[in-house]
């Protein structure tokens, strides 16, 4: 390819160049694919400029055929109708000047498919500049249906900042009233609120955020016989109950539905936190086999619980939710990370999936019945 | 010396200690030192002179279930967790 254009082809006004398409000229567009992807000519054909020797051979067998470039600005296209005129290519014209001209003179234009409306570009501007979000980021997250497991100490952080990004569907298990004890670190509810059942806490406070939400609310408690249609309508699991019992049957039951779980656990200045995806990864029961006793494993009503504790946890968990909503990034799957909020340490330990387990392993039932491993990033949001 | 890093529900058994340092070339060799130091804990970590199942062990990140187990050799600059689940969090369900 040639860095001087060879004026042997035809440079043309945005006014030519449409009065030409219309006379039959092929529009072959030499820009990149998000420049393509912005906005482009109806009717175009995209060939990136450093494609064009590969391509145009097949875009373009007949070299008599009339053909009309463009780019943005017309320095591209004039380089790649030189070229083609090289080539032998007989009737080429390079649109001259800015692609916008071309729209002003009335040129047929396809405008990009619009993921968001205008409220929620708005709205959402701030996430959807960053490059692993985007448009389409934030549309998986509008269309993300997040199941909280416990409207409490680690539920509340996560749905405020779940739903303040957009998250679409916010599903709450808890069958709790607020108390007043509740108020040091469950910042979804308030004084206001005392007796008030926490999923209508919660729906107030959630709507108030951002009406665009839903907020799904299962006034039960999770167990075994509900556990599967609980979670079932649902692309994440967020964990954040107290008591293991709770903890094996939602495990299991998320192993069998192929639910990813994020689990987080806080006990006065401790909190750990990972991820399960089942299959990919170990699950719950792979990490620990052995239910404790009772005695090691006291409820934050026993033992105490520092207020920041389940706002650390849970913004830990709820990020875990957006890189498993977006498909993006490295989860915590296969690694318990610890906070220490006394020393203000982070630690991480491995885990691994346990080929014995009995949820998840080579003789589980749901191993047995399930042959394909689940694919996180077509599982949710998608 | 290695560490051994104290969870938060066995910290009581410790005088509140976060870490202990001891002595030891495996696991078991560094336990016994622990339970030297803090005879309160040999009961809760252990049952029948066995670690308890509900307590995981790692040489720094690695769980020992998947090394040697309890002969898993330790270093002077070795970190060993002891880690039992915890399940603080909503009162549901």
Known sequence: ?382 | MSTVRIPPVLRENTGGSRSVEVTGGTVTEALEDLFARHPALRDRVTTDGQLSGFINVYVNDRDVRYRDGLATSVGPEDTIILLPAMAGGARQA
């Not at chain 1, 004026?7 to 006004?13: D, G, L, N, Q, Y």
């Not at chain 1, 160049?17 to 420049?35: C, F, M, P, T």
């Not at chain 1, 009309?68 to 390079?94: E, I, W």
């Not at chain 1, 792979?286 to 239910?291: A, D, E, K, N, R």
């Open chain 1, 1 to 382: 390819m040639t860095d001087q254009p060879n004026r042997t082809f035809r440079e043309v006004t945005a006014a030519e160049a449409v009065g030409l398409a219309r006379e039959g000229y092929r529009v072959i567009d030499v820009r990149e694919q998000n420049e393509w992807d912005a906005g482009h000519v109806a009717g175009a054909t995209l060939v990136p400029l450093r494609e064009l020797p590969e391509r145009i051979a097949e875009v373009a067998p007949d070299r008599a055929a009339p053909l009309l470039l463009h780019c943005a600005v017309g320095a591209r296209s004039g380089r790649a109708a030189a070229y083609l005129t090289q080539l032998g290519y007989t009737d080429v014209v390079s649109l001259k000047g800015p692609i916008d001209h071309w729209k002003q003179q009335g040129g047929p234009w396809e405008e990009p498919a619009q993921l968001l409306s205008p409220g929620q570009q708005r709205r959402y501007a701030r996430q959807v500049l960053i490059p692993e979000i985007g448009q389409e980021g934030q549309r998986r997250l509008l269309d993300a249906k997040v199941l909280l497991i416990g409207a409490g100490g680690l539920g509340s952080p996560i749905a405020l900042y779940l739903a303040a990004s957009g998250v679409g569907t916010i599903g709450l298990v808890d069958d709790d009233v607020v108390d007043e004890s509740n108020l040091q670190r469950q910042v979804l509810h308030g004084v206001d609120r005392l007796g008030m059942r926490k999923v209508d806490s919660a729906e107030l406070t959630l709507r108030g955020l951002n009406p665009e939400t839903v907020v799904t609310k299962h006034v039960e408690r999770l167990m075994a016989d509900n556990v599967e249609r609980l979670i079932a309508g649902y692309d994440v699991i967020v964990d954040g109950t107290d008591n293991f019992d709770t903890r094996y049957v939602l495990n299991d039951a998320a192993v069998k539905l192929r639910k990813p779980v994020v689990h987080g656990s806080i006990y006065r200045w401790d909190g750990q936190v990972t991820t399960f995806v089942p299959f990919d990864g170990p699950c719950y029961r792979c990490m620990y086999p052995t239910q404790p006793p009772a005695e090691l494993a006291p409820a934050c009503s026993v033992a105490g619980v520092l207020g920041v504790l389940p706002g650390i946890a849970g913004m830990l968990q709820a990020n875990e939710v957006f890189k498993l909503v977006l498909g993006v990034g490295e989860t915590l799957a296969g690694r318990l990370l610890m906070f220490d909020a006394m020393g203000t340490t982070f630690d991480e330990v491995r885990i691994w999936r346990d080929p014995a387990c009995p949820a998840c392993g080579e003789g589980a039932a749901t191993a047995a019945t399930t042959p394909e491993p689940a694919n996180v990033a077509s599982a949710v949001g998608a």
